[in-house]
Protein backbone atom coordinates (compact mmCIF):
# COMPACT_ATOMS: atom_id res chain seq x y z
CA UNK A 1 0.00 0.00 0.00
CA UNK A 2 1.44 3.26 -0.98
CA UNK A 3 1.17 6.57 1.38
CA UNK A 4 0.43 10.03 -0.07
CA UNK A 5 3.35 11.54 -1.82
CA UNK A 6 3.71 14.86 -2.75
CA UNK A 7 6.03 17.13 -4.74
CA UNK A 8 8.32 18.60 -5.37
CA UNK A 9 9.53 18.74 -1.80
CA UNK A 10 11.38 21.94 -1.67
CA UNK A 11 10.61 25.14 -3.76
CA UNK A 12 11.58 28.87 -4.32
CA UNK A 13 9.31 31.33 -6.44
CA UNK A 14 9.49 35.10 -6.67
CA UNK A 15 6.49 37.32 -5.94
CA UNK A 16 3.59 37.37 -8.39
CA UNK A 17 4.36 34.02 -9.92
CA UNK A 18 2.71 30.77 -10.28
CA UNK A 19 3.05 28.02 -8.58
CA UNK A 20 1.51 24.20 -9.28
CA UNK A 21 1.87 21.03 -6.28
CA UNK A 22 0.58 17.83 -6.74
CA UNK A 23 -0.43 14.79 -4.47
CA UNK A 24 -0.85 11.35 -4.82
CA UNK A 25 -3.43 9.72 -3.02
CA UNK A 26 -3.40 6.99 -0.97
CA UNK A 27 -4.82 3.29 -2.60
CA UNK A 28 -7.98 3.58 -2.12
CA UNK A 29 -8.55 6.73 -0.78
CA UNK A 30 -11.21 9.02 -3.08
CA UNK A 31 -10.84 12.53 -1.37
CA UNK A 32 -8.07 15.01 -1.13
CA UNK A 33 -7.64 18.08 0.94
CA UNK A 34 -5.26 20.52 1.04
CA UNK A 35 -3.72 22.52 4.23
CA UNK A 36 -1.65 25.44 4.58
CA UNK A 37 0.90 25.41 7.55
CA UNK A 38 2.81 28.38 8.44
CA UNK A 39 6.08 28.42 10.41
CA UNK A 40 4.60 27.59 14.15
CA UNK A 41 1.09 26.89 12.72
CA UNK A 42 -1.15 24.69 12.86
CA UNK A 43 -2.62 23.58 9.44
CA UNK A 44 -5.28 25.86 7.77
CA UNK A 45 -7.75 24.49 5.61
CA UNK A 46 -7.37 25.30 1.72
CA UNK A 47 -9.93 23.01 0.35
CA UNK A 48 -11.22 19.31 -0.60
CA UNK A 49 -12.08 17.53 -3.95
CA UNK A 50 -14.04 14.44 -3.99
CA UNK A 51 -14.84 13.08 -7.82
CA UNK A 52 -12.84 15.59 -9.15
CA UNK A 53 -15.12 18.57 -7.86
CA UNK A 54 -14.78 20.70 -4.94
CA UNK A 55 -16.83 20.13 -2.42
CA UNK A 56 -15.21 22.08 0.48
CA UNK A 57 -13.29 25.59 1.01
CA UNK A 58 -11.37 27.08 4.19
CA UNK A 59 -11.09 31.36 4.09
CA UNK A 60 -8.67 31.30 1.06
CA UNK A 61 -8.72 33.60 -2.11
CA UNK A 62 -9.51 32.66 -5.54
CA UNK A 63 -6.13 32.71 -6.73
CA UNK A 64 -5.79 29.46 -4.76
CA UNK A 65 -7.10 26.85 -6.94
CA UNK A 66 -7.17 23.02 -7.52
CA UNK A 67 -7.88 20.23 -9.46
CA UNK A 68 -8.31 16.24 -8.98
CA UNK A 69 -8.12 13.43 -11.67
CA UNK A 70 -9.42 10.64 -12.44
CA UNK A 71 -7.12 8.51 -10.56
CA UNK A 72 -7.70 10.73 -7.53
CA UNK A 73 -4.86 12.52 -7.59
CA UNK A 74 -4.54 15.96 -7.12
CA UNK A 75 -2.89 19.65 -7.98
CA UNK A 76 -2.76 22.64 -6.08
CA UNK A 77 -2.00 25.80 -8.28
CA UNK A 78 -1.22 29.38 -6.69
CA UNK A 79 -1.18 32.28 -8.79
CA UNK A 80 -0.09 35.66 -7.84
CA UNK A 81 2.24 34.15 -5.36
CA UNK A 82 2.59 36.78 -2.30
CA UNK A 83 5.45 36.66 0.32
CA UNK A 84 3.03 35.17 2.83
CA UNK A 85 2.20 32.09 0.92
CA UNK A 86 5.73 30.91 1.76
CA UNK A 87 4.77 27.85 4.01
CA UNK A 88 4.45 23.88 4.15
CA UNK A 89 1.68 22.84 1.69
CA UNK A 90 0.23 19.52 3.10
CA UNK A 91 -2.01 17.09 1.14
CA UNK A 92 -3.96 14.22 2.88
CA UNK A 93 -6.26 11.72 1.39
CA UNK A 94 -9.12 9.36 2.75
CA UNK A 95 -12.36 8.23 2.13
CA UNK A 96 -15.26 10.94 1.32
CA UNK A 97 -16.62 12.17 4.77
CA UNK A 98 -14.76 13.11 8.20
CA UNK A 99 -12.52 9.65 8.19
CA UNK A 100 -9.06 9.41 9.13
CA UNK A 101 -6.90 11.83 6.52
CA UNK A 102 -3.35 10.73 5.95
CA UNK A 103 -1.24 13.42 5.04
CA UNK A 104 1.46 13.41 3.47
CA UNK A 105 5.09 14.87 3.91
CA UNK A 106 4.19 18.33 2.09
CA UNK A 107 6.28 20.91 -0.06
CA UNK A 108 7.92 23.41 1.58
CA UNK A 109 7.19 26.61 -0.82
CA UNK A 110 9.65 29.56 -0.18
CA UNK A 111 8.37 32.86 -1.70
CA UNK A 112 11.64 35.88 -2.35
CA UNK B 1 -17.18 27.27 11.97
CA UNK B 2 -16.22 26.14 15.34
CA UNK B 3 -12.70 27.69 16.36
CA UNK B 4 -10.87 25.32 18.69
CA UNK B 5 -7.98 26.40 21.53
CA UNK B 6 -5.19 24.56 22.91
CA UNK B 7 -2.85 24.99 25.69
CA UNK B 8 0.47 25.84 24.14
CA UNK B 9 2.47 23.62 25.32
CA UNK B 10 3.17 21.08 27.92
CA UNK B 11 5.78 18.83 29.62
CA UNK B 12 5.50 15.60 31.20
CA UNK B 13 8.42 12.93 32.18
CA UNK B 14 8.82 9.43 31.00
CA UNK B 15 5.89 6.76 32.30
CA UNK B 16 3.47 9.68 33.32
CA UNK B 17 -0.07 10.07 31.80
CA UNK B 18 -0.52 13.13 29.59
CA UNK B 19 -4.32 14.77 29.42
CA UNK B 20 -4.64 17.59 26.64
CA UNK B 21 -7.95 19.71 26.48
CA UNK B 22 -9.20 21.68 23.42
CA UNK B 23 -11.81 23.63 23.69
CA UNK B 24 -14.53 24.04 20.87
CA UNK B 25 -17.14 26.13 22.18
CA UNK B 26 -19.25 26.30 18.85
CA UNK B 27 -19.07 22.69 17.46
CA UNK B 28 -21.70 21.76 15.57
CA UNK B 29 -24.17 18.72 15.59
CA UNK B 30 -22.66 17.27 12.44
CA UNK B 31 -18.80 17.65 13.59
CA UNK B 32 -16.32 15.05 14.79
CA UNK B 33 -13.67 15.71 16.68
CA UNK B 34 -9.93 13.79 15.43
CA UNK B 35 -6.57 14.08 17.61
CA UNK B 36 -3.55 14.44 15.26
CA UNK B 37 0.47 13.94 15.82
CA UNK B 38 3.21 16.24 13.86
CA UNK B 39 6.91 15.65 14.24
CA UNK B 40 8.84 18.28 12.75
CA UNK B 41 8.99 18.41 8.98
CA UNK B 42 6.48 15.69 8.68
CA UNK B 43 2.76 15.94 7.89
CA UNK B 44 0.66 15.09 11.15
CA UNK B 45 -0.73 11.57 11.74
CA UNK B 46 -3.84 10.09 12.75
CA UNK B 47 -4.40 9.38 16.90
CA UNK B 48 -7.98 9.41 17.51
CA UNK B 49 -11.28 10.17 16.13
CA UNK B 50 -14.51 10.08 18.14
CA UNK B 51 -18.14 12.07 18.26
CA UNK B 52 -19.38 11.52 21.66
CA UNK B 53 -18.83 10.07 25.29
CA UNK B 54 -15.50 7.87 25.20
CA UNK B 55 -13.09 6.36 22.48
CA UNK B 56 -10.22 4.03 23.08
CA UNK B 57 -7.74 2.72 20.50
CA UNK B 58 -3.56 1.28 21.07
CA UNK B 59 -2.21 4.54 21.76
CA UNK B 60 -4.28 7.39 23.09
CA UNK B 61 -8.17 7.50 24.82
CA UNK B 62 -10.72 10.25 23.41
CA UNK B 63 -13.38 11.60 26.11
CA UNK B 64 -16.12 14.05 25.42
CA UNK B 65 -18.29 15.73 27.91
CA UNK B 66 -21.97 15.78 27.07
CA UNK B 67 -21.62 19.23 25.94
CA UNK B 68 -19.39 18.38 23.42
CA UNK B 69 -17.73 21.72 23.94
CA UNK B 70 -14.76 20.44 24.76
CA UNK B 71 -12.12 16.98 24.68
CA UNK B 72 -9.55 15.86 26.09
CA UNK B 73 -6.85 13.80 24.42
CA UNK B 74 -5.05 11.19 27.21
CA UNK B 75 -2.25 9.36 26.47
CA UNK B 76 -0.96 6.71 28.89
CA UNK B 77 2.17 6.04 29.71
CA UNK B 78 4.19 8.37 27.53
CA UNK B 79 7.97 8.04 26.67
CA UNK B 80 10.58 10.37 24.51
CA UNK B 81 9.31 9.58 21.31
CA UNK B 82 5.84 11.03 22.03
CA UNK B 83 7.40 14.65 21.96
CA UNK B 84 5.53 16.26 18.69
CA UNK B 85 3.10 18.89 18.14
CA UNK B 86 -0.70 17.50 18.84
CA UNK B 87 -3.66 18.89 17.35
CA UNK B 88 -7.27 18.99 17.45
CA UNK B 89 -9.28 19.07 14.62
CA UNK B 90 -13.05 20.07 14.07
CA UNK B 91 -14.26 18.91 11.06
CA UNK B 92 -17.94 19.88 9.44
CA UNK B 93 -19.86 17.22 7.28
CA UNK B 94 -23.17 18.62 6.86
CA UNK B 95 -23.14 19.22 2.91
CA UNK B 96 -19.73 21.06 1.80
CA UNK B 97 -16.65 20.09 4.08
CA UNK B 98 -14.84 22.82 6.45
CA UNK B 99 -11.83 21.24 8.78
CA UNK B 100 -10.69 23.78 11.37
CA UNK B 101 -7.26 22.59 12.70
CA UNK B 102 -6.70 24.13 16.99
CA UNK B 103 -3.31 26.12 17.50
CA UNK B 104 -1.53 23.04 18.66
CA UNK B 105 0.05 21.99 21.78
CA UNK B 106 3.64 21.30 21.80
CA UNK B 107 4.34 18.10 24.38
CA UNK B 108 7.93 17.69 25.61
CA UNK B 109 8.59 13.94 27.44
CA UNK B 110 11.26 14.46 29.95
CA UNK B 111 13.42 11.49 30.52
Known amino acids: ETGVTQSPTHLIKTRGQQVTLRCSSQ?????VSWYQQALGQGPQFIFQYYREEENGRGNFPPRFSGLQFPNYSSELNVNALELDDSALYLC???????????FGPGTRLTVT | LAKTTQPISMDSYEGQEVNITCSHN???????ITWYQQFPSQGPRFIIQ???TKVTNEVASLFIPADRKSSTLSLPRVSLSDTAVYYCLVGETSGTYKYIFGTGTRLKVLA
Open chain 2, 50 to 52: GYK
Open chain 1, 92 to 102: ASSLQGFYEQY
Open chain 1, 27 to 31: SGHNT
Open chain 2, 26 to 32: NIATNDY
